[in-house]
């Protein structure tokens, strides 16, 4: 996939304090082999010799999150206090044919190569242990970082407005989409995000689309929905994620119509989650979810469980440099 414009933009807001952050670059031709040894021999050797610069011992840490050549050759030359990956995606199904092939052994020997296991959603263990029998492997699901959401007093009116923030690619239910606004001629369907493949041609006037935005832009554009869409077609790659979006419309109170994928397959019965699917009654869920609110406590005990600090606050005792309390 291409790094899109929106995470170039994303990369230029302000960082975590005490967090450094080496840029890379790398040319889109990983992972077929050979032709990713470029990147590997030429692109990679600065930013190698920056990462040995750091002198990482017995001191350090090493974790992984993206599967690449450059994860494998951390992992393989390193050597720190422990190794870690964590999994947010099933990565070889972004690809096809060699590619794919090419990214399964990537990951296989990366997950041989590490000392701990994570990953964000219950179907990737079975995908993940194939390759490790041997290796325990926790869960732990994405979260938030509710630091930079308003306070409760500060969420906006909400609009006649049914909106998806996040990019648009193979994943993205186009028919289904497209059907939620011809039943809703006059409520606005607004799309925003990076747009990677086929775009329908002959759209319903009544959906925007926009381009790829920032995460503060991305959270005032969510507090003006009256519903959240999460409108992912079922498949290899949609069954093992845990979207991130969920969790920001959530924490802004937003009632979130969402399909059966994933992890959101366990929360269509959790408050404000509706699942949809072709030939639903769309005005009637419109008048029910367009009406209802969530109240400031709603919001604050959901902020509280999902905050991104709760996710990781164990994990100096998950890579046993701690012993739990």
Not at 218 to 225: L, M, P, S, T
Request: charged share 25%; aromatic share 10%; net charge positive.
């Amino acid at each position: 996939m291409q790094r899109s414009k929106a995470s170039e933009r994303h990369a230029a807001e302000p960082l975590i304090s005490g967090l450094h952050v080496l840029r890379t670059q790398s040319l889109p031709i990983e992972p077929i082999p050979v032709l990713s040894a470029i990147n590997d021999l030429l692109v990679w050797r600065n930013i190698k010799s920056q990462i040995r610069q750091l002198n990482i011992d017995e001191n350090w840490d090493v974790g992984i999150g993206r599967p690449s050549k450059l994860a494998l050759w951390a992992i393989k030359s390193l050597k720190p206090r422990a190794k870690f990956m964590d999994v947010m995606d099933d990565f070889p199904a972004f690809y096809n044919g060699i590619s794919r092939y090419s990214m399964e052994q990537v990951q296989k020997y990366l997950v041989a190569g590490c000392d701990y296991l994570f990953c964000s959603e219950e179907s990737l263990v079975p995908k993940l242990a194939v390759l490790d029998r041997k290796k325990s492997i926790r869960v732990i699901p994405n979260g938030y970082d509710m630091e930079r959401l308003p306070f409760f007093s500060e969420i906006k009116q909400k609009r006649e407005i049914i909106g998806f923030v996040g990019t648009i690619a193979s994943w993205f239910d186009w028919g289904l989409v497209i059907e939620i606004a011809e039943a809703l001629p006059n409520i606005c369907v607004q799309l925003i995000g990076p747009r990677a493949g086929y775009v329908p041609a002959n759209l319903p006037r009544n959906i925007e689309l926009l381009p790829a935005c920032t995460v503060a832009e991305a959270i005032a554009y969510c507090q003006n929905f009256k519903v959240g869409l999460i409108p992912f077609v079922h498949n290899q790659l949609t069954e093992s994620v845990d979207p991130i979006k969920y969790y920001e419309l959530r924490a802004l109170g937003v009632p979130i119509w969402t399909t059966n994928f994933g992890s959101m397959t366990k929360r269509t019965s959790e408050p404000g989650v509706t699942l949809i699917q072709p030939g639903s009654d769309w005005k009637k869920l419109w008048l029910e979810k367009s009406n209802s609110s969530f109240g400031e406590t709603e919001i604050f005990a959901f902020r509280k469980k999902h905050d991104w600090s709760l996710r990781f606050k164990n994990m100096a005792v998950w890579l046993n440099l701690k012993e739990e309390n």
